[in-house]
């Protein structure tokens, strides 16, 4: 037997499955105790240097398995509350497993009989939880960044005053879209992507609470057309990524009916709290969105980059691309279970398989439960800070994002940047938890997302003694 063949006999794929399976089970058996570091830290050239010489040796499978464990951030840490990734449910890596196996990826029904069908029965879930009614529709794609970013397309296809789609961006006219300046940075990206520039976004003033500041949308919408902008779009964050607030998405709503603009709603973070009965007042509006998005991958603990796109008007979804491709399709009809004529990717992988098998195991509470568990938290974990003396809030947490900074009398804000920045950078060092930072108001704080289900109260008084007695080791 060729090297070739013998790499996919059945045998070895079976007995290195089983150990594999083993090992991660006995990781998140370990990885639950919270007595492992939350990550092997080391600098990146030494890293080179290990896996370089490690590809070369000859290790069992089981022995590479935990190496890369070993080596690996552990999202399912309770110590882990760094960047918005949720750790994967069991289910989902399993589900990860058998797409990979299939890879009936594409996004033509002809080559994947199992996509479509499932991702119509999970992106209408999707819809029916945002809210629309029977005309929504919509598909997944490859994460928040370019789920955002074929939503403006369609956006400024629908509005953006003639067919760019074929003749480009109209000449003499600068198109623009307004969203929050807390936005992610993905948006700006796209705008830039689109070959709209710099001009391209207007920046809505936020308010104390980081949200969009409503007062001020006519003013900003106002001055953008004096300077002869055509706003075709507006953007509301649900919720924004640094500190997590909620713009008011009903105002939005009201604001792009008004001035007839495309309303997005970005809710790759936030937007599952349509999921929570008890946080879902927090995305009151979402439903007068044309297009929303939220991903799979944070709040809903997919292992999968997997983000729902969702239309108001689902034959909107049609409008984004035009594309004649015979090797492909044989019309160009809206054909819904055909998902290349409306999503950026053509081959795609077939992730909606994880998605479908939460719904199909445990219904909406898991992911009800999950976001309120961790929303929950982040209001207790605010209340603790706000108890000690020690440490400033930049925020009432409306989600599981926290900001907060240690003070100490007599500093100046450059020394209390440094002292925070430096906190940040010994609690990575250490890796006995991660957490990250973030610039508000040129003041840098301590960031933190709630992410696992497994975090406590007890780990949250730890971290608070960890930054004590590391503030206190640096003698500042
Ligand atoms: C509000 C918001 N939008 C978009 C993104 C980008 O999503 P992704 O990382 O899936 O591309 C993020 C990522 O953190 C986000 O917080």
């Not at 996004?107 to 119509?120: F, N, Q, R, T």
């Not at 930049?394 to 925070?420: D, M, V, W, Y």
Request: hydrophobic share 40%; with cysteine.
């Amino acid at each position: 037997m060729s090297k070739l063949q013998n790499a996919f006999n059945p045998v070895d794929f079976r007995k290195n499955g089983h150990q594999l399976i083993d090992t991660i089970a006995d990781y998140l058996e370990e990885v639950n105790q919270a007595e492992m570091p939350v990550m092997d830290r080391r600098p990146p050239d030494e890293a080179l240097e290990d896996w370089n010489q490690y590809i070369s040796h000859n290790n069992t499978s089981t022995d590479f398995y935990k190496k890369i464990i070993k080596h690996s951030m552990h999202l399912h840490h309770p110590k882990y509350m760094g960047h918005q990734v949720a750790p994967p449910l069991p289910d989902t890596m399993l589900s990860g497993l058998l797409v990979s196996a299939l890879k009936n990826g594409s996004g033509l029904y002809e080559m994947s009989p199992l996509s479509a069908p499932m991702e119509k029965i999970v992106t209408d879930f999707f819809s029916k939880h945002i809210g629309y009614g029977n005309e929504a529709s919509g598909f997944l794609t490859s994460g928040g960044t370019l789920a955002n970013l074929t939503a403006l397309l369609t956006a400024r296809q629908v509005k953006g005053f003639g067919d760019i789609w074929n003749e480009g961006n109209p000449e003499g006219k600068q198109l623009a879209i307004m969203v929050s300046e807390e936005a992610h940075y993905c948006v700006d990206r796209a705008v830039r992507i689109m070959g709209l520039g710099d001009a391209g976004i207007v920046k809505i003033p936020t308010n104390g609470k980081f949200q969009a500041d409503i007062s001020q949308l006519e003013e900003t919408y106002n001055n953008a057309i004096t300077e002869g902008k055509i706003i075709f779009a507006i953007v509301g964050n649900a919720c924004s990524t640094s500190v997590g607030a909620y713009d008011d998405l009903e105002a939005f709503g009201a604001f792009a009916q008004k001035h007839n603009l495309w309303f997005h709603a970005d809710g790759a973070h936030g937007g599952a709290a349509i999921f929570s009965k008890k946080y879902k007042s927090l995305v009151k509006g979402i439903e007068l969105a044309d297009s929303v998005i939220i991903d799979g991958h944070k709040m809903m603990m997919t292992a999968g980059l997997i983000t729902a796109l969702i239309y108001k008007n689902g034959k909107d979804s049609y409008r984004t691309f035009h594309q004649k491709a015979d090797y492909l399709w044989e019309n160009s009809d809206e054909e819904w279970f055909n998902l290349t004529k409306r999503t950026f990717e053509c081959t795609k992988f077939n992730s909606v398989l994880e998605v479908y098998s939460l719904i199909k195991n445990y219904g909406v509470d898991i992911f009800d439960e999950y976001v309120t568990y961790t929303y929950d938290l982040a209001r207790v974990f605010s209340k603790m800070l706000q108890a000690n003396s020690n440490f400033e809030i930049a925020h009432k947490p409306e989600s599981n994002i926290l900001c907060f900074r240690i003070l100490k009398n007599g500093k100046t804000p450059t020394e209390l940047n440094e002292l925070n920045a430096k906190i940040r950078k010994q609690i990575l060092h250490d890796g006995k938890f991660y957490i990250v930072q973030t610039m508000l108001n040129d003041a840098i704080y301590l960031r933190v997302t709630l992410m696992n289900s497994f975090s406590t109260i007890e780990i949250l008084e730890e971290l608070i003694e960890e930054i004590l007695t590391i503030s206190k080791q640096l003698n500042f």
